[in-house]
């Protein structure tokens, strides 16, 4: 069993657990972001890492429930849908728990519901706002496209599975963006199976298909990586010819941004290990989300050339010395900390200018 135990200091009043499938970029940086927040918290803070083991993680979930007063909440994802097992197991053994990063199936919220509806130490949700970033990025892109671009513009969507929820509610905020714009003429929505090869299939189909495509909208960065290997395979220039976007804000997304390859991207939700953890400590400290609240969809932080250099200076700083990120005072997103706020008001943005500023 794999453990990293990690103390935000000796006199800390509450313990948390915080689950993560295991330790790769990703997941590393929603452990240091949850940490940070602990430590302003005064928490303390137990990381539970699988090891990209389903098996090894109900294990962890079984150990860190079954210790009575061990622990005060569990934070965790439905990592292959080991969240409702988790959420039984808290329930039974009275422990408040948040889910963070990922929803549950459809089936499993027939039984479960929903956040305090049928389990009560089931106090919040966490999910990354698809529809919202999938709109801020639409609305970037054409934005983009009507600076070098003559009306009326040809665009095609590649998405993920068209029965996976993520899948829908990107298409749904790239609808409602197309829907205020009419100019933008949205030849079609090829479905893929989330994958680079997948994307790189459909693309090249598509454009020989629809020849004259100037935007093409994509619902995550695999996706994107497909549709850039299909073009470089043709004489239309990512960024001249054709306008694309990503999704994640990593090395290689802030890159093509930088080269003008990608035209915006959005990403950041690993900062939901420290809004769970703000959320954990408002609720152990007596405040009660409203029924409709229970529910956050994670703002997701887009990035264009206008704000680049800002975002890729903050992730380089935090790469290289990951303890620059206590210069942010998550304390500042506590609503018991700070009662004068109407909401919380998540901000990945804030975080990353607090860095550089403070």
């Known amino acids: 069993m794999i453990l990293n135990i990690n103390h935000a200091g000796a006199a800390s009043r509450y313990h948390f657990a915080l689950f993560i499938p295991d330790d790769t970029p990703f997941w590393s940086r929603v452990a240091l972001f949850a940490k940070s ?11 539970f890492d ?4 389903r098996i090894l993680m109900l294990q962890q979930f079984k150990e860190a429930q079954r210790v009575k007063h061990e622990f005060d909440a569990l934070i965790f994802p439905n990592f292959l849908k080991t969240a409702p097992i988790a959420l ?10 948040i889910l963070y990063n990922s929803d549950l199936s459809d089936d499993d919220k027939s039984e479960l519901g929903f956040p305090g509806e049928r389990n009560k130490y089931w106090i919040a949700q966490l999910i990354p706002d698809d529809e919202g970033s999938a709109y801020a990025i639409a609305e970037k892109l054409f934005e983009k496209a009507h600076e070098v671009m003559d009306n009326p513009i040809s665009m095609v969507a590649v998405n993920g599975f068209n029965a996976d929820a993520p899948a829908i509610k990107r298409e749904l905020g790239l609808r409602k963006a197309l829907d205020k714009d009419l100019s933008i003429t949205l030849r079609q929505v090829f479905y893929t199976d989330w994958s680079e090869d997948d994307a790189y299939r459909r693309t ?7 020849p004259k495509t100037e935007v093409i909208w994509s619902a995550n960065y695999r996706t994107t990586n497909g549709i850039l290997r299909a073009l470089y395979g043709t004489n239309r220039l990512p960024g001249r010819d054709v306008l694309i976007n990503s999704y994640d804000i990593d090395p290689v997304s802030l890159d093509n941004i930088s080269n003008g390859t990608v035209a ?9 290990g420290a809004w769970a953890v703000v959320m954990g400590f408002d609720y152990l400290k007596g405040y009660r989300l409203k029924e409709q609240d229970k529910i956050v969809h994670t703002p997701l932080l887009v990035v264009t050339q206008d704000n680049l250099q800002e975002v890729k200076t903050a992730l380089v700083q935090l790469e290289r010395e990951p303890e620059t990120l206590g210069l942010a005072d998550f ?28």
């Open 50 to 53: 699988a090891d990209a083991n």
């Open 88 to 97: 039984a197991g808290c329930k039974l053994a009275k422990i408040p728990c």
């Open 264 to 272: 915006v991207a959005a990403g950041g939700h690993y900062v939901e």
């Open 204 to 210: 090249k189909g598509f454009l020989t298909r629809y």
């Open 331 to 358: 304390a500042t997103y506590s609503m018991i900390k700070n009662p004068n706020q109407p909401h919380y008001n998540f901000s990945l943005g804030k975080v990353l200018a607090e860095i550089l500023h403070r």
């Open 37 to 47: 927040a602990a430590l302003d918290l005064d928490i303390k803070l137990t990381v």
